[in-house]
Structure formats: C-alpha cells, structure tokens
C-alpha cells in the first residue's frame, strides 16, 4: 500500500461534493424528474367534487383524455391561490381544458374556493386520501400535468403554473399536441 | 423574555464549543495539565447551555409563545402537550437545535466515562467534538434561528403542527435516530484523536467500541422507528421507501456495522487498523451527508425540511471542513506500516473481512443510486430521472444473500486460523437441516410455494441455527456453562438473531401479503384471504384538534371475531386530511384497514391489507440493538478502570 492510495477516500469525496454542489446549483426544485413522463396516466377510481347535496359522480383515468392539464390544488396550499388566477386566464385566453385534482382537501371549502375565485375546471377529482397524489408523485400542491389525447403525460410541473411557465414551457407542448392531433386527423379530413 | 435567553445560551454554547475545541488542543500539543483538564469543565458547559437553550424553546411551545416565529409555524394552541413539546422537534430549527444537545450530551458522556483514559487522548477526542459542536451551534445560529421573534405583529394562533407529524412514533423517532447519527462523531472523534497521536492500537478500538456499539444500537431503533412510522401513519402500507432520507439513514447503519465489526478485529487483533479509522470517519461522514441531503432539498423526498440554499451551502462547507479535513489527515497520518498480523483460511479475520467488503458495497450501491439522478442532472445539463426500488432491490437483496451465508459461518470461525474439516463438520447438518425446513415450513403453513419465501427461510433457519449450535457448545450444554460466557458473546448472538428475525419479516411480507381496495356499503362484506370483512358503521367523532369519520369493521375468521376503527380525520386548523388506519397486530400478521373515500350511497372504499411476518421487520430491528447494547455492558470495557481506581487507592493509601 503506497501512501498515494491513500488519498482514494479523499479523492472521492472531493468527487462526492463536486456532485453535490453542481446538484445543489443547477437543482431548482420546481422541475423535479418525473418518471410517470411517457407513462399513462395512473388507473383511479374517485369521486368528482359535486356541487353542495348533491351525490357525487365517480370518475376515473378514461374520463381524462387530452389535450388537457390536470392540475393539483388544494385551499390549504396558498400558492395554489396565487395560481388560480393564471389558470382561470390560461383556459380563458387558450380554450385549454383544465381538470382538478382536489388533493387532500375538504370538499366544503373547495367548493367555497371555487364559487369566490371562478372555477377554471372541466370538473374536479376528489383526492382526500392523496391515493391518486402518491401515484402520481405528488409531493406538495400545486403541481401540474398535461395529458395527450390517448391519455399519456407528456409534462410535469412541480410549483406553480405562471405566465412565464405557460408561454415557455407549457404552451409549446400544447402546440405540439395541437399540431400532431391536426396531423393525424389529415387523412380523414 | 425566554426565547432570548434560549438565545444567549445558544450563543454561549458556541463559544464554549470553541474554547473546547481549542484549549485542550493546545493543551495536548504543548503537555500543560490545566489546560487539557478543562476539556472536562467545558463539556459540561457546554451541555449545559445546550439544555438551557432546548429548555427555553420547549417552554416557548408550551406556554403557545407565538411571537417566537418557529413556535408560531409549528405549533396550536390546541395541540395536547405532549405534542406541544414534540412540535419542538416537528420542523428543521427546532430538530436541529435537539440535534445540538443531542451533541452536547454525547460530549458530556465521554467526558464522564472516559476519565480513566490518558488525558492528551481524551482531551483531543472532547477538542474534536467540541470542533464539530462549535460548527452545529454556529449552523443554528447563522442559518436556522429557532428563537427568532415575529415581531411586532404575532399571531394569535399558531398554524399547528403537520398532521403526520402529530403521532408517538414520530414524537420519538427524530431524538433516537439523531442519538444514533451523532453518536457515530465519537467513534470519529476517537479515530481523529489517534491520527493525531499516531497511536493506532488495540487500546483505542477498545476504547471506541462500546460508544460505536451504543449509537449504532440507537441508529437501528431510530431507523426501524421511521419505518414503523410510515407503515402505520402515511396510510398505504408500505414500510420502506428507498426514498433519499430513508437512504441518508441507512447509509451510516451500514458503515457503523463494518465499523461494529471492524473494530472486534482491530482490538483482538490488531489488524485493519487503517482500515477501521477510515470506517469510522465514513460513518460520522455519512451521518452529516445525510443532514444535507435532508436539510438543504438537493434531493427532493417526502421528509424533506424547508428548502433553503443557505442552509444547504452551509451545511456543505461543514462536510467539507470535517470530513475533507479528516479524510486529509488520514491520507497523511495514516501509518504505512503493514500490520504483521498473520491469518489465513477461514479464519475469523477473513469471514469479517467479507463482511465489511459487502456492507461497504452495499453502502455504495445505496450512496449510488441515492446521488445518481444528481450525477445524471449534472452530466446531461439538467436531465431528470429518479432511481426507484427495481435498482435498490437487485442490487442489494443478492448482497444480504452472500452476507447472510457467511454470517452462519462467522461464529464457529476462531481468530487466525480455523480448519475448513472442522467448520463443515460443525455446519454441515445445521445447513442442512435449515435448507429442508426452510422449503418445508412455509410450504406447511401457507399451502403454497413461493421460492423467494423458500431462500428467505433457510437462510434466516441458518444463521439462527448455527448461532445456538455454537452457543450450545460454547456452554457445553449446561446452562452453567452459559455464565461463563462474555456480554459480548451474548451481544454478537442477539444481534444475528434480529437480523435473521428482520430477514424473514422482510421476505415473507413482501411475499406473501394480500391488499385490495374495496368499496363497501354499510353491512356489506368483503372476503380478503380468510378472512371477512363487513362494515359495520362510519360514525362522525371528535378529537381534540380534528372531526373524524370513524368506520367500524369487523372482521371475521382467523378464529376470532372483533371490530377495527379506521379513523379519516380533518385537522380544524389547517383543514387538513388525514388517514389513520386501524390495525390489528399480531406476531403471525397485521391486519390493517384504511379508509377511502366516501360514496354517494353512504358507502365507503376502504383499502385492506394482510401482513403477514411484517412485525418481525422491526423486532428484529429491535433485537440488533439489543445485541449492540449488551456487548456495552461487557464487563472488559469495565476492568481497565477498575484496575486503575485500584491502582490509585493502592498508590493513596501508600502515601
């Protein structure tokens, strides 16, 4: 044993924390890996938020086909708030169809949230447990999905919707989207 | 008024760590007496201040002082007390500040015990801990203020603790696996201590052994608490997550053990000395690298504290300093001297050597696939992708696999030399035998075979079998001879047992358990396995900070009949909803039922699980530590200062 292989520990800790402070620098927490990314959308079967006394209708994965984002939102989460508006804008401005996803939430103040604020939501899934949060990878409210036309993720948003994130991120694949439904639907046509 | 005098104290902490970490240093180095005695005096100040500090933020949360911002994020006027002082480890200020006296205490401790050692070696030892306290309190202080004040307009109500949080599992699964994380720096304050003197011998492993022991011991109750926790609280079923935190407290468990075992051979033997300082700075080095992981969202996971770069920065530097600098030191001091020791064969030497090569791979295997999607990130310039569970699972079942063979040789293998005759003649039927009732027990129970359970139950047999074969010899039989046994003996024996005890919890509950969601009206059945399930009622009851849906379930066969309450509950002051599943534990299986949603004809889904063995998980968890315990009330860890209190009472009373 020489006394250079010595420094082999050494070494790779240096190594070690190049990692971590490259990791620590380029992460940025709102673009989290996502395996579900080219993945269908998890099978669910859960009640939609139905309006005050009336029975609550059941929905599941087939009744999510795109384009159309799915987003996570809760009344607790106060950066869903400041998102509300955004969407609201985003469904108003680009015809997008938005679906909820109620996550861990009570349905009371939901539905309150939704009378005040506008509802920008084709309808809402109720995910009290976070049954279909944990198959999603949801690891706090407001995360956003946006699912293709056969009902596969084709993006995922950690963090709030904002206009910067719309017109750069999300908006071209809602182009992509647009233009591949076009194309497909060419020779028909 | 408090909180600021829990600051000051936070402050005089630091300072004396400082002095600590400085005087006796000197002291050392230059031979003055007095000045490496205070090392004594300091520690206790040190912890002193330390449970001031901690005493002033838990009266913070007891008296609902929500001026104190972190009492104000953290806490409820409605939280019973218990969770009130619980809520003071609830977010990272307030845990880091346990994690600070936690430090203090394990200071105090060797401080206390180790009078008997040579005063230049403890004093350099408290220095190193005082160096690593000084850097603790200073994070505290800079980065991560628990006594900050929101002033001038407090809130009058605290926004309460996170629901998942407000659970007796998780009020003490932060302080016991921090006891163990930090108690690894002793092994490292030792290991540094004897890179400084030079003097790498049997003494100083002896010395450092029962300290290891005791935190390694407190890191697998603590890890098994986490785990434990997750099952029963997050509402799914699972109990381990190959999730980064869970990962970040796993990889120090696996390099304490090598440590655990590498440290028998440097004291008996003299050999691996090199070898064992570097395993003891790779444990303490983990256990800091987990507090980054953890504290500063590099990796992102579902225990993850409050994002915060600074922390995260500042918590790096530190690693750097500790860990870059003692790495460093080792490098340099580190002596080349090939140990003469000679062994050969089968020997003990060598089976201990196998097993610090596979727990050290292991380590790596996990360190890589925890920092991997990191390397990735920053090799492509930003990719994305998670490593889950597939990766973990292969690579690290086929590693306990090996080291479970070997472990049921371990004991029958005697220091130096042991011939291969003898080990097969002593082992051969015990194999066998664990072999054929492994295929043939499960087979018995179950109905069913499933080959995965088959290895899993031979292997555990094996190492339980060769264990009281070896313990049936050494005592001759008679249970006379088992007094003559060592504490150490005992210790090693209860240890493997619990491993074999966690190995087919783990392989039969991952093999053989049963989960199904269900919805269910009321007085609806359902059949899962043998048994029937039938919903009795959803009642709407009150706790004393949250309404619940209470469903009553009973459930039938398994010869008996009684009634499960799983519990939905909606927390008042955050709204939030929690699932409290009901479960019925056993040692053969855990029934476990949560509830789902609500439906619209007054039914319920609710998710079902049968779980077989999964108990055994944590009792044999529970059973290692007990083995590490034990081998600390060896009474060879004890003799050496008996004989110099003898010496000086000998030397006292001649004068």
Known sequence: MSRASLFIPLTAFVVIVALLYAGFSLNDPHQLPSALIGKPFPTF?????????????????SDIRGPVLVNVWATWCPTCRAEHAE????????GLRIIGINYKDNPAQARLWLAQLGNPYEFNVVDADGTLGVDLGVYGAPESFLIDASGTIVYKRVGDVNRRVWQEEIKPHVDVLAKSAAAAGAPHG | MIPELGHFALILVFTLSLMLGVIPLIGAARGYQAWMRSAFTLAAGVAVFALLAFGCLVYA?????????????NSNSLLPIYYKVAAVWGAHEGSFLLWILIASLWTLAVAAFSRHLPLAMISRVLAVMGWLAAGFAAFSLFTSNPFERALPIAPSEGSDLNPLLQDFG?????????TGYVGFSVAFAFALAALMTGRLDAAWARWSRPWTNAAWAFLSVGIAL????????LGWGGWWFWDPVENASFMPWLMGTALVHSLAVTEKRGAFKSWTVLLAIGAFSLSLLGAFIVRSGVLTSVHAFAVDPKRGLFILAFLVIVVGGSLTLYAVRVPLIRSRVHFEGWSREVLLLVNNVLLVVAMACVLLGTLYPLAYEAITNGGKISVGPPYFNSVFIPLMVVLSLALGVGPST????????????????????????GVALPLLISGAFKWQIAVGSAIALWIVGSHLQDLWQQSGGRLSGLRRLTAGYFGMTIAHIGFAVTLIGIVVTSHSSIERDVRLTNGASTQLG??????????????????ADRGSVRIDGDGTSYVMFPEKRRYLSGGNVMTEAAIEPGVTRDVYVAMGEPLADGGWTLRLHYKP?????WVGALLMALGGVTAVADARYRRLRVRRDVAIRAAESGA
Do not use: C, M
């Open chain 1, 45 to 61: 079967d859960l009640p939609a938020l139905s309006a005050e006394g009336s029975a609550a209708a059941r929905v599941t994965q």
């Open chain 1, 87 to 94: 969407l609201l804008r985003i469904h108003d401005e680009s």
């Open chain 2, 613 to 617: 063995l999964v108990r055994w998980v």
């Open chain 2, 170 to 178: 998780l009020t003490i699964h932060p302080p016991i696996l921090y």
């Open chain 2, 61 to 73: 949360f007891v008296t609902d002082d929500f001026s104190v911002r972190y009492t104000a994020t």
């Open chain 2, 226 to 233: 986490g785990s434990w926790w997750a099952y029963y609280e």
């Open chain 2, 530 to 547: 043998a048994l029937t399930f039938t919903l009795v009622a959803v009642d709407r009851v009150r706790g004393p900070n949250y309404i």
């Open chain 2, 414 to 437: 005697r220091w130096k030399r042991t011939s291969v005759e003898y080990l097969l003649r002593k082992l051969v039927a015990v194999f066998a035998a664990s072999v054929v009732i």
